[in-house]
């Protein structure tokens, strides 16, 4: 079965420091992975995904994570906080229909909320 | 604009009564979803449809219907509101069900008393 873990659910930071929120999945095949953003009352955003190809994947606004499938880890990091970023962040991982047999399976994180401080 | 248009954006209603959200997108997606998300949960997929007259159950279906007559529309229906659905919904869509993002609407936030 696949599951996706988010490890903090809040996280603080001060503006212009490293932002680091973390995720593990469970998964018995290579998933394709996601991350998405939601700002106070708007639907989620895609910032970056991982489907199998370069394990460094780049997103929007400064993101990326690295896959790393020894620690089947999935962390999302970005180099310096801006107020910007304060939002509520979910890891996602998606179901591989060639073993299932369908499609349109996505697992969501229980989502990590990021505080950004002047 | 590419976009996923839901209504009502805010919905307070009475258990029992019959309520009916849209959902209509214009980029001539393959693919849609309705989510319900609650705090401490993330979100829980509740139907999706693959195409036109083809749906199926998620996570959480139970109290909901759907529809995928056209393309471009995705009801939810709630035929008998209770509390317990008291959330707040996102319908989403993408070109296909396989490995491809997925576009949110702006949210529904129901209430039932």
């Known amino acids: 079965a696949q599951s996706v873990t988010q490890l903090d659910s809040h996280v603080s930071v001060s503006e212009g420091t490293p932002v680091l929120l973390r995720c593990n999945y469970s998964?018995?095949?290579?998933?394709?992975l996601f991350w998405y953003v939601q700002h106070p009352n708007k639907g989620l955003q895609l910032l970056l995904k991982y489907t199998s190809a370069a394990t460094l994947v780049k997103g929007i606004n400064g993101f990326e994570a690295e896959f790393k499938k020894s620690e089947t880890s999935f962390h999302l990091t970005k180099p310096s906080a801006h107020m910007s970023d304060a939002a509520e962040y979910f890891c996602?991982?998606?179901?591989?229909?060639?073993?299932?047999?369908?499609?349109?399976?996505?697992?969501f994180g229980q989502g990590t909320e990021l505080s950004v401080k002047p | 604009e590419a976009q996923v248009t839901q209504n009502p954006r805010y919905l307070i209603t009475v258990t029992g009564k019959k309520l009916t959200v849209t959902c209509s997108q214009n980029m001539n997606h393959e693919y849609m979803s309705w989510y319900r998300q609650d705090p401490g949960l993330g979100l829980r997929q509740i139907y999706y449809?693959?195409?036109?007259?083809?749906?199926d159950k998620g996570d959480v279906p139970e109290g909901y219907k759907v529809s995928r007559k056209e393309k471009r529309n995705f009801p939810l229906i709630l035929e008998s509101p209770s509390p317990n659905q008291t959330s707040l919904y996102f319908c989403?869509?993408?070109?296909?069900?396989?490995?491809?993002?997925?576009?949110f609407g702006n949210g529904t936030r129901l209430t039932v008393t």
């Open positions: 996602v991982v998606s179901r591989n229909p060639v073993i299932y047999n369908q499609g349109g399976k996505l697992i």
């Open positions: 449809s693959m195409n036109v007259e083809v749906t």
């Open positions: 998964s018995s095949y290579s998933p394709s």
């Open positions: 989403a869509s993408s070109p296909r069900a396989v490995n491809s993002p997925l576009h």
